[in-house]
């Protein structure tokens, strides 16, 4: 239907992510629609699936920018946590006690006490 409006690329684009949010298509449905688009005709078919590589490309694109992101989150709280395993090798090195790295690092005594040993 969206093919043959013949709506501009913004317009398309507009309406696509109207049904990617709010009316996901399962994979039976999924499977129907491409069953639908190979019983068209050959022009009308090559649209509609360029339509659709399209979107799930950019769905992709999209999971792929999520995931750096979330990964790049979690390297630097990693990072963070491995400064301050440093620190309190560092302190622990100088004589400092186990409640006061705990007091001046924020981390659990437990934590401090492993490093400890």
Same mark, same amino acid.
């Given at each position: 239907?969206?093919?043959?409006?013949?709506? @501009?690329?913004?317009?398309?684009r507009?309406?696509? %992510?109207?049904?990617? !949010?709010y009316?996901?298509?399962s994979?039976e449905?999924?499977?129907? *629609?491409?069953?639908? =688009?190979?019983?068209?005709? !050959?022009?009308?078919?090559?649209? =509609? /699936?360029?339509? #659709?590589?399209?979107?799930?490309?950019?769905? /992709?694109?999209?999971? #792929?920018q999520?995931?750096i992101?979330?990964? /790049?989150?979690? %390297?630097?709280?990693?990072? #963070?946590?491995? %400064?301050k395993? @440093?620190?309190?090798?560092?302190?622990l090195?100088?004589?400092? @006690?186990?409640? !006061?790295?705990h007091? *001046? !690092?924020?981390?659990? &005594?437990?934590?401090?006490k492993? &490093?400890k040993q």
């Amino acid at each position: 239907m969206l093919v043959r409006l013949e709506l @501009d690329e913004a317009k398309q684009r507009l309406l696509f %992510g109207f049904f990617e !949010t709010y009316l996901r298509l399962s994979e039976e449905e999924e499977a129907k *629609l491409r069953n639908e =688009v190979s019983q068209m005709e !050959t022009k009308e078919a090559k649209r =509609v /699936m360029e339509l #659709i590589v399209s979107y799930e490309q950019r769905g /992709m694109e999209k999971g #792929i920018q999520q995931g750096i992101e979330q990964g /790049m989150k979690q %390297g630097r709280q990693q990072g #963070i946590e491995e %400064g301050k395993l @440093d620190v309190v090798k560092r302190m622990l090195a100088k004589g400092y @006690d186990v409640d !006061t790295i705990h007091e *001046l !690092t924020g981390l659990p &005594v437990e934590t401090i006490k492993k &490093v400890k040993q």
